[in-house]
């Protein structure tokens, strides 16, 4: 470059050619232009973020993000990463503690700003300015934190021989946090959403002296019974993506890439799980030869279990459960941990539970006026923040703070679009309304209806082809973590797309003249038979809302899932002692579906779907018995002719909890 100067502008020419000049140092040398310790400038923030390390009861080092104010002083001695997040000029803050596998440092990143009312997350940010300190981990292994990492630890015993769990972790995590945050008032509140909400679970499991109030969000509570991994022994074979992102690197660096947009093919063409897992690499990992190992409910699942491990613990510790109606991973756990809970509550005062129309996490958002194409007619999840979990926090956290007044039991009945509150689950609307079980029958004919079948009644029939499995909701049907994906939304999915399939039979009431309402949990009690020697039966409970619609044109005629879930045929009679089912003998089964909060309107109609796959979220049913279906051979695959009985012999039927 070629810099021509006049004479009166020559000394703007020479500080140009020194801009233009390589930096040196003094003795000639070329230096970096970075320099070795840069501190970035904080004077416009709110809050301002110091990272620690807490040292474990076994020496390993987790790393923690502090967000707290400049007067405080840098602490020494510290050695699991957390980020602790403190609004400017806090003085006996509470402290609200998570644990995450998922990065402490994108947990606490919002927008770029200098509030934390938008540099923090919503729910961080709507606690920051209600007075919390916010303090965020990396759980061991994971992410900036030391040790080593195990997909949900068990707590210390049969499977866990080492001195650690997550427990242990939080109680000196916690331990540390009141002894060397001067702003706090000594009280810990823990939350977090799905393994987060495990974490949160497990620091009730000899809990901290300072751990006042916990929240878990949708948590990872039985991952074979119904969160995660099984739904009544099927596999959840799209959620070996999250294993690979989980266990291949500590740091998630490594994603699946399928080898089709449409992973339906893709998952169809590969065979078995486990011909899919040696086929991107998978099966490198120990987590899934874990599953291999138990695919029945044996004692690993079993002790793991934390319904079962809290129903043996004393409630010392008042927590909130907050469940999503269509939660799409773990729409298990919340109502199964409240319940184990709930008998130790004996005054009704310590053990409560939200439920809102929430997809997985939603709680959590922004916004939540909807999901899919269902509208609620208002943000739902900004309205329990600031009724329910702003205010349950500050009376168990705060100094001098006022009862909360919230009900046992918080549910948003979809349908009707209202809150309402009960003092227990599932008996409802206290001691003058209890839920009651009423059921409502399969015809044979392919109605729904009140009264019992009567007479030799028949049978309603179709083929069931591994060749050709019924897909869990439209094609092309896109991988979990894909940019484009809809994964949360689901289970909120019309299902007429399925009820055209002559592999899927459907049973329709009339429609209703008066609203039917629910609140607990459908039983599904029905009879089949099946050519094959094994089978899996997805049932559903749907809304199947008036042709014409004139509030939503758009919603005419749409069947809104209620509830659904699946079973594994060779598990009906016992869980951890598979067997075959005897071939063309008619057989009862039972499966109980996730919990609902609903109000079928007048003008509705209610329809049930049963169906023998759901492709590709669960592995494909030989329809021959096996000994393990993880490792089941292409011969193994074949066609069964199901039938679903309905006479007064075998009164086909759904257990509804009617609310009157």
Request: charged fraction near 20%; include cysteine; hydrophobic fraction near 35%.
């Amino acid at each position: 470059m070629i810099i021509r100067c006049a004479i009166p502008a020559m000394l703007a020419c020479a500080l140009a050619f020194v801009a233009l000049a390589p930096a040196t140092s003094q003795t000639g040398e070329l230096t970096s232009d970075i320099p070795p310790n840069f501190t970035p400038s904080e004077d416009l923030k709110d809050f301002t973020i110091r990272e620690v390390k807490i040292t474990m009861r076994d020496g390993v080092k987790l790393h923690t993000n502090l967000v707290i104010p400049k007067r405080v002083k840098n602490a020494d001695g510290v050695k699991l990463h957390t980020n602790l997040v403190i609004p400017k000029r806090v003085k006996n803050a509470p402290i609200i503690f998570s644990r995450t596998p998922y990065s402490a440092d994108r947990a606490i990143s919002g927008l770029p700003s200098n509030r934390y009312s938008m540099a923090l997350p919503t729910t961080y940010a709507e606690l920051a300015a209600a007075g919390y300190i916010i303090a965020v981990q990396d759980v061991r292994g994971r992410y900036r934190s030391g040790g080593e990492y195990v997909i949900a630890r068990p707590l210390v015993g049969p499977l866990n021989p080492t001195k650690v769990d997550h427990a242990t972790d939080t109680w000196d995590s916690i331990d540390w946090l009141v002894k060397n945050v001067p702003e706090t008032n000594g009280r810990v509140g823990t939350t977090g959403v799905s393994y987060g909400g495990f974490t949160s679970l497990m620091s009730l499991v000899n809990p901290h002296p300072a751990l006042k109030a916990s929240v878990p969000v949708n948590p990872l509570v039985d991952g074979w019974m119904g969160d995660d991994w099984f739904h009544n022994g099927a596999y959840r074979q799209s959620f070996l993506d999250w294993v690979y992102r989980m266990s291949a690197d500590k740091s998630s660096r490594y994603a699946l890439h399928f080898d089709r947009h449409d992973t339906y093919e893709s998952w169809l063409k590969a065979g078995s799980v486990s011909d899919m897992a040696k086929l991107l690499g998978i099966d490198q990992l120990p987590m899934f030869h874990k599953l291999v190992a138990h695919p029945a409910y044996d004692s690993y699942w079993q002790e793991q279990a934390l319904d079962r491990i809290l129903a043996k613990e004393p409630l010392k510790v008042p927590t909130l459960h907050v469940h999503s109606l269509w939660d799409q991973e773990d729409i298990y756990g919340a109502p199964a941990v409240y319940g184990a809970m709930e008998p130790k509550d004996e005054g009704n005062n310590q053990n409560f539970m939200i439920i809102g129309p929430w997809r997985h996490g939603q709680s959590n958002a922004l916004d939540g006026s909807k999901l899919g194409a269902i509208d609620f007619n208002g943000n739902s999840s900004a309205w329990y923040r600031s009724k329910v979990l702003i205010p349950f926090f500050d009376q168990h956290l705060k100094e001098g703070g006022t009862n909360a007044g919230i009900a046992p039991v918080t549910a948003f009945e979809t349908g009707a679009n209202v809150w309402q509150r009960y003092d227990r689950w599932p008996m409802s609307c206290a001691q003058s309304c209890p839920s009651q079980s009423r059921p409502i029958y399969l015809s044979a004919t392919g109605g729904l209806g009140w009264s019992a079948p009567a007479g030799q009644g028949g049978f309603a029939e179709y083929v069931s082809d591994p060749a050709r499995p019924v897909t869990y909701r439209q094609r092309p049907i896109l991988s979990t973590y894909n940019p484009q994906s809809t994964w949360g939304q689901w289970l909120v999915d019309d299902q007429r797309f399925a009820e055209a399939r002559p592999d899927v039979v459907t049973f329709v009431s009339e429609v209703l003249s008066e609203d039917v309402r629910l609140a607990g949990q459908p039983i599904a009690k029905f009879f089949a038979s099946t050519s094959g020697t094994d089978s899996d039966f997805v049932v559903k409970l749907i809304d199947v809302y008036p042709a014409e619609h004139p509030e939503a044109p758009e919603l005419g005629g749409y069947e809104l899932p209620i509830s659904m879930e699946i079973l594994r045929g060779r598990y009906r009679d016992n869980p951890s002692k598979p067997t075959p089912i005897p071939a063309n003998k008619v057989v009862g089964y039972e499966i109980q579906l996730p919990q609902v909060s609903h109000r079928f309107l007048k003008g509705h109609r209610i329809m049930v779907q049963i169906q023998s796959s759901w492709f590709p979220l669960y592995d494909r049913n030989p329809q021959r018995y096996v000994p393990n279906i993880f490792t089941a051979k292409k011969s193994d695959y074949v066609k069964a002719t199901q039938r679903i009985h309905a006479s007064e012999r075998y009164p086909s039927r759904i257990e509804l909890p009617v609310i009157p």
